[in-house]
């Protein structure tokens, strides 16, 4: 197997990150958007293959849960697409001539590095309530929207939602990364697993989002059926997921970014979690297509 069909340690990642940016210096640029609570680096690669002037921008991110490893060998996996496949794709090729893309390959690295360690479980960060006695954060809670509603104060729980919104290092850099971007990104998508799963808002209401229309993605769960003959079901989290507040797709929904999708990977249970090195690219390639179609979808929109 290739590099991109294993998963891979934090410090692999990590490597991985500062490669990709030497070898390819034009393009890609290590931006540093804050660090994690065990003061771990939050780098964000940003790839951008021309300096037309307003210029758009999509973010997304990876690794918000730490077991769920499927998600940040997808952020590698685009990552390595698009550089390889600029100007021979050519849905790549236009998404990247008209758009900067900010890739957090590992928005959790604590967690993430937990669950290589000592508990492949784990969802949450690794902060230490006030306490002392539980440890996690569920980062997908911690953010400001309707804060606390579908999730738990109690920091024992895998859905503590912390003790107040954005109290979490690595909820903060994002947020505040975004706040200052938000006039130029456009779109933003959050890889999870799994389920198979294209969500867009809300979560935290049964509201119907005012572009609801232009969130219905169809198309790109029509699409992965078509290549790949998986199922992936689409709609608003509270209608087809469940409701919770303090996501992140809702943040950024609210923040402004109109298109705001949190996609859930591979597979719909049968391995769960422990998705074997031999699905990776099999995820990872109908999840690009999915993506693909959406960024090309909002570049005709707007
Ligand atoms: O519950 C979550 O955070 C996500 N599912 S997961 O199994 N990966 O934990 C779904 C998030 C959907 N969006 C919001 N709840 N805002
Ligand atoms: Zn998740």
Redo the contacts with the bound molecule.
């Keep these: 197997s290739t590099f991109y069909e294993r998963y891979h340690t934090l410090e692999e990642i990590y490597d991985w990150i500062n490669r990709t940016a030497q070898d390819n210096p034009r393009t890609v640029k290590v931006i540093l958007i804050g660090s994690s609570y065990e003061k771990r680096p939050l780098y964000v690669l940003k790839l951008s293959f021309n300096d037309r002037p307003n210029r758009k921008a999509m973010w997304i991110d990876c690794g918000i849960?730490a077991r769920?490893w499927i998600s940040p060998a997808f952020c590698m996996w685009f990552v390595h697409h698009s550089l390889s496949f600029y100007q021979q794709n050519s849905e790549i090729t236009r998404i990247l001539d008209s758009m900067d893309v900010y890739v957090l390959p590992v928005m959790n690295p604590d967690g993430y590095k937990y669950t290589w360690t000592t508990r492949r479980w784990w969802?949450k960060n690794r902060s230490i309530s006030k306490s002392g006695f539980c440890v996690g954060v569920?980062l997908?809670?911690n953010f400001d929207v309707d804060w606390v509603k579908g999730s738990s104060q109690n920091p024992c729980e895998e859905?503590n939602c912390g003790p107040f919104p954005e109290s979490e290092p690595e909820t903060q850099a994002v947020a505040n990364f975004l706040r200052r971007h938000k006039d130029t990104v456009q779109l933003y998508i959050t890889i999870?697993?799994?389920?198979q799963m294209l969500?867009f808002p809300y979560?935290?209401t049964f509201d119907q989002a005012e572009n609801h229309n232009d969130l219905m993605v169809q198309e790109a769960a029509q699409r992965i059926k078509r290549y790949y003959r998986n199922t992936y079901t689409y709609g608003p989290?509270a209608a087809i997921?469940y409701p919770?507040s303090g996501?992140?797709?809702?943040w950024a929904y609210k923040l402004g970014i109109k298109y705001s999708f949190?996609f859930?990977l591979q597979d719909r249970g049968e391995y769960g979690f422990l998705l074997p090195p031999s699905h990776i690219s099999g995820a990872c390639n109908e999840a690009l297509l999915a993506v693909k179609t959406v960024a090309v979808k909002v570049l005709e929109k707007t």
Excluded at 192 to 195: G, L
Excluded at 247 to 250: A, E, L
Aim: aromatic residues 8%; hydrophobic residues 15%.
């Design positions: 849960h769920e969802r569920d997908n809670r859905i999870h697993s799994y389920s969500i979560s935290y989290g997921l919770c996501g992140s797709d809702d949190t859930e």
